[in-house]
């Protein structure tokens, strides 16, 4: 099995620092968590001096010679009084549900906004997203520590506060009494703790086979893998899978059980000690006419009790370091400096009809941990309103200049410039809304396809420009074939009635999203991937109508689509190695005319493989001969 490392770093926020962020939070949002709170915590307290208290109390009665109707009054007091307790007890614990899960719903709120608005290399970092998890995972359900840490604060100050009452009730005995508990108690618990955190100390491993055996089970349900799993007979093997963690997570388990199970027994051996110990000491007192039944029963019962106390202490006090562990790893994810400036970047508000100039200054970019610069030292003008094209071979690094420009990336050495102006300077995310782009690798949301062009609620989308766009994109014959035309569904993950479009279809629909966005500058990565010839022929002629006066970079590595560009720049070796127009390009017979002739060879050999061959004109016609 693999190894799981440990984590030694030491928490930023300790228990004290976390809970009062918890309050913070609650009080910001929903004060009504905090009130339910002290509700049960006094509800708490109160039921169990009652339940100390009811029988000293009527055993009192009795020796001073109280009446049949005064006991059953005082009985009936009692009871009510308990019921009354238990039964608001019972209604606050209940609600305090919706409280609790508002604040946890706001934090997870909070963690997917920190991660869809921080620097795109984040995204990219393995440690980073490691974080994002462990910083995820204590708000995933009601019992992960941004909800249950409510209740071990509740059950905490409760145990606390009962405690001093017990302990000044057997102070009335002899301090030894109180003495004698608490250090057996101390004791039980630090001999079994170190036993039951077995669990917690592999919970990294724990955690792990649960993923792995989510995973087999998660893809098994992929519907996009249903044709792989029934032509190549998956099935079995990730039944397989699935069953090797299963019997790996059983044994997990086992191991985990009997851990528990001595912990208990070595707890339970030595509650016997202590509690025998102190029955012996009351027991004597009584013998000695020391204490009458009243007190006999009253103490006998709080050293239960007093037991009781010490022991939720120190457990829900180790429960609290651990809930404050998972909430300081949420807390420091949230606060991991962004790479790039945001708000307090420069602000840069679009300019309506205004062309801007793109520039790479010896840019040179490494990814973090390779050994060699992907693009070096590369010098770069785009301008205004011109329609650049960028070629070369898969990994040449057309995607990453892309990015560079795009601001996605910083450059490792150099500056990228937007009308003479280093980007660094300015907010990022204003930056961003300069950019109309269609990547390779896009999002689509289970939402309809109205709210998958336009990014915002099906309420405010534009209709007549949502249209516009999709006309333009060549896909609006497709949309309004469709039962609910812009309002239907895509995907199958949410809505049972959602549509599953082609990959060409889905690239249209995204090339319609960026021109509905009506960006000053419009990037194109592979816009053609998953088209036809014919659809991509009918692109290229729209190319000019799409992306209108507006500075445009379009990647391909098909040669042919660059003709209908201002300037070709052919990406090789980490920088710019050719460029021009098509024709310049060709005429120079350097390396892009190398290129595009293999190119036009595979494509003209394609196209005659499709044509009729004279010698098969009478294929799967018997008897005839030839003249």
């Known amino acids: 099995m693999e190894k799981q490392k440990t984590d030694t770093r030491r928490p930023a926020y300790g228990m004290a620092s976390n809970c009062a962020f918890m309050i913070r939070r609650a009080w910001q949002g929903s004060k009504g968590v905090l009130s339910v709170a002290a509700g ?87 440690d980073y997203i490691k974080w994002m998890g462990k910083a995820s995972k204590c708000l ?40 004698l508990c608490a250090a057996l108690s101390t004791a039980s618990y630090f001999a079994g703790e170190p036993i039951r955190a077995w669990r917690y100390r592999r919970r990294d491993e724990e955690a792990a086979l649960l993923h792995k055996a989510d995973y087999a089970v998660f893809r098994s349900r992929d519907m996009k893998l249903a044709k792989d799993i029934r032509i190549f007979g998956i099935g079995p093997w990730l039944t397989e899978l699935y069953g090797k963690y299963v019997r790996l997570m059983q044994d997990f388990f086992a ?37 009458n039944a009243a007190q006999f029963v009253l103490y006998f019962t709080a050293v239960s009790g007093f037991s009781q106390w ?14 404050s562990m998972e909430l300081s790893t949420l807390r420091e994810f949230q606060e991991i400096p962004e790479m790039f400036r945001f708000s307090d970047g420069e602000p840069l508000p679009v300019k309506e009809d205004h062309l801007y100039e793109l520039e790479l200054r010896d840019v040179s970019f490494r990814y973090p941990g ?17 329609k650049l094209a960028v070629v070369g071979k898969n990994g040449a690094g057309k995607t990453t200049l892309i990015k560079l420009l795009c601001g996605l990336y910083d450059p490792t050495q150099g500056q990228v410039l937007l009308d003479g102006k280093d980007i660094r300077q300015y907010d990022r995310r204003d930056y961003y809304e300069h950019f109309s782009a269609v990547f390779q690798q896009f999002s689509v949301l289970a939402g309809t396809i109205a709210e998958n062009v336009a990014q915002v ?61 009506d ?25 000019s109508d799409l992306t209108g006066d507006r500075t445009s970079v379009y990647i391909s590595h098909r040669l042919a689509s660059t003709r209908f560009c ?37 494509y003209s050999q394609s196209a005659d493989d499709l044509l009729p061959r004279p010698q098969d004109a009478g294929a799967g016609k018997e008897g005839v001969e030839d003249e």
């Open 40 to 126: 049960i915590v006094l509800c708490g307290v109160t039921a169990s001096l009652l339940e100390l208290f009811v029988v000293p109390a009527i055993l009192t009665a009795l020796e001073n010679g109280a009446g049949p109707w005064e006991l059953v009054s005082m009985i009936a007091c009692f009871t009510l009084g308990m019921v009354a307790v238990r039964a608001l007890w019972g209604y606050l614990d209940t609600n305090a549900l919706f409280g609790r899960v508002l604040v946890r719903s706001r934090l997870c709120l909070d963690l997917h906004m920190t991660f869809c608005r921080t620097s795109f290399p984040h995204i990219e970092d393995p």
């Open 140 to 179: 995933d359900s009601n019992s992960d520590a941004g909800e249950a840490i409510w209740n071990t604060m509740v059950e905490l100050l409760t145990n606390v506060i009962s405690f001093v009452i017990y302990l000044l009730l057997l102070s009335q005995v002899g301090p030894w009494v109180a003495l």
């Open 255 to 291: 191991k985990a059980f009997r851990h528990d199970m001595w912990a208990d027994l070595l707890d339970t051996a030595l509650a016997l000690l202590r509690n025998g110990a102190a029955y012996g000491l009351l027991i004597a007192m009584a013998l000695r006419g020391e204490l």
């Open 310 to 323: 010490v022991t939720g202490i120190f457990k829900q006090l180790a429960q609290l370091h651990r809930q």
């Open 370 to 386: 390779a050994q060699n610069d992907t693009l070096s030292h590369v010098d770069l003008i785009i301008h205004p309103g011109e």
């Open 457 to 517: 609620p099906a309420e405010k989308v534009d209709l007549p420009r949502m249209w516009d766009c999709l006309e333009r994109a060549g896909v609006a014959d497709k949309i309004r074939r469709l039962p609910q035309k812009e309002a239907t569904h895509l995907g199958r993950n949410v809505y049972l009635d959602g549509v599953e479009l082609s990959g060409g279809q889905m690239q249209r629909l995204m090339l319609a999203r960026a021109l509905y966005k």
């Open 519 to 543: 960006a000053p500058v419009v990037v194109l990565d592979e816009p053609t991937a998953a088209l036809d010839p014919i659809a991509e022929s009918d692109l290229y002629q729209k190319y």
């Open 566 to 602: 201002d300037r070709v720049l052919l990406i090789e070796d980490g920088g710019i190695a050719e460029e021009g127009t098509h024709e310049e390009l060709l005429k120079a017979g350097g390396r892009y005319a190398y290129l595009f002739d293999i190119q036009s060879k595979y």
